[in-house]
Every structure is written in structure tokens, then in C-alpha cells.
């Protein structure tokens, strides 16, 4: 049997689903060792998911790759992963991952499981150019970076669960999330920026025209204003509730990212 680029996907989804019983074990027994080790393994998993997606693009012999709605999703869950990584090394807290790394399994999950549902329809677009790829490209990134803020949002939520359940008394301390998921927002504003711009010049190098309207750019403006506004004109002290409203658009940004 010869092994496709759906293999190393899967085990890298398996990664991500170890990682993260790992980080919860290590979050409730306080155990430093297991969130190392869950570390370990997520980035092993991301490393397997980059080389099956560039094996599953690069076969064909065509790059940039003409991007189908499904693969938004498959770059989607590893960047996601990428994401909490860096802010566990740079934070040094192994509770984000316990919460954010759901994200990456749901959508990873949605991607891997339902591929008759997600990659049957046809490409919605002409073959993609070098602008267009960084235009999808940072776009995923940013809304990846967003979507572990809406983690964190959820996370800081869990103070009001009952006290005897003790879920509080492993979290990082109130200030320091709002610190967390402020600095993320910002990085995230950034990717969007210029992914904005990268689709602006695209357009114009195919068309003459420097805004297009399409749904997902139309999209990616209402997110990027709306969590701008969040972050400029306002104090944050509804932080939680905003992150987590901020994954609806989000979700519709992701899903007319190619149209």
C-alpha cells in the first residue's frame, strides 16, 4: 500500500489530540513535565501536517496551488497550532494550549473526516498567483492568531464556573490574559493589514483595480475594523465576551476567504 499525503495529516492530527490531553493532564496536576512533553509532541504534529499539505500541493507539479475551500481548513488547523506555540515560548503558560488547542481539532477534524463534504466543490476561483497565495496566506494566519484570542476569551470565562470544580485556581491571573489576548490582537491586526494590501496589489496587477468587493476581502475589513475599533477605542474590559463574539466573523471571513 503506498502511503498518500492523507498520512502524515493523520498522524498529525494525532499529535494534536495527544498534545492536548497532555496540556490538560499537566493543567489539573499541575505537572511542568507534562505541558513540556505536550509541547514536544504539538510541534511534531505540525511538522507532519506542513509536510503532508506540501506533499499533497507540490505532487501535482503546479505552485501556487489552485486553493479549494478545504484547504483553507488544513492550513488553518496547523497555524492554528503555530500560534499557541509561540505564545506558550514567549508566555510561558501551558494553560492556553489546553484551551485553544480545541480549535485546531475541531477544524482539523472537520477538514480530515468530512472530505466529501468539503473538498467535492469545485475551485471557486482562476488559478492563484504569488499575490494572491500571500493574500491567503496571511489572512490564515490572522484569523488563526484571532481565533486563539476567542481561546483565551473562553478561558477567562471559566473563572465564573462553581468554585469547587477548581478550574480558577489553574489559570494565569485576570491582567495577564488581558495583556495575552491584547498583544495577540495586535500581531493579528498586522497579518491582516497585509494581507489586505497583498490583495489589493493583486487585484490591481490583474485587473487595474485596487479594491474588488469580493466577500472575502469585504469580510476581512469588517473583521479587521471591528477588532481595531476593540482595541483603540476602548478600555478591553469586556475582552472575554468580545474575543468570543469576534469568532463569528471570523468564521464567515474564513469561509468567503476565496470567494
Known amino acids: 500500500m503506498t502511503l498518500g499525503p492523507t498520512a502524515p495529516l493523520g498522524l498529525g492530527y494525532a499529535c494534536f489530540a495527544i498534545a492536548w490531553l497532555l496540556y490538560v493532564a499537566g493543567l489539573t496536576r499541575r505537572d511542568v513535565y507534562l505541558g513540556w512533553l505536550g509541547a514536544w509532541v504539538q510541534a511534531t504534529g505540525v511538522v507532519l501536517w506542513l509536510g503532508g499539505l506540501l506533499w499533497q500541493f507540490i505532487a501535482p507539479g503546479a505552485w501556487p496551488p ?151 476581502q469585504v469580510w476581512m475589513l469588517a473583521v479587521w475594523a471591528a477588532y481595531g475599533a476593540l482595541l483603540h477605542f476602548g478600555p478591553f474590559r469586556a475582552w472575554p465576551v468580545a474575543d468570543i463574539l469576534g469568532l463569528i466573523l471570523i468564521r464567515f471571513g474564513v469561509v468567503t476567504l476565496l470567494k
Open 66 to 216: 489552485d486553493l479549494q475551500p478545504r484547504d483553507i481548513a488544513l492550513w488553518w488547523a496547523p497555524s492554528s497550532v503555530a500560534v499557541v506555540l509561540l505564545l506558550e515560548r514567549r508566555r510561558r503558560t501551558q494553560a492556553v494550549p489546553a484551551f485553544a488547542l480545541v480549535i485546531a481539532l475541531v477544524v482539523g477534524g472537520l477538514a480530515l473526516l468530512a472530505p466529501e463534504t468539503l473538498g467535492s466543490a469545485p475551485p471557486v476561483s482562476e488559478p492563484r498567483d504569488v499575490w494572491h497565495a500571500a493574500y491567503v496566506g496571511l489572512a490564515v494566519i490572522g484569523y488563526s492568531a484571532l481565533a486563539v484570542t476567542g481561546a483565551i476569551g473562553v478561558m477567562a470565562l471559566a473563572r465564573f464556573l462553581p468554585p469547587h470544580w477548581g478550574v480558577a485556581d489553574h489559570l494565569p491571573p485576570e491582567d495577564a490574559l488581558a495583556r495575552l489576548a491584547r498583544r495577540n490582537v495586535s500581531w493579528s491586526l498586522l497579518a491582516l493589514t497585509l494581507a489586505l494590501a497583498a490583495g489589493a496589489a493583486g487585484s490591481w496587477l490583474a485587473d487595474g483595480q485596487v479594491w474588488s468587493w469580493t466577500a472575502g
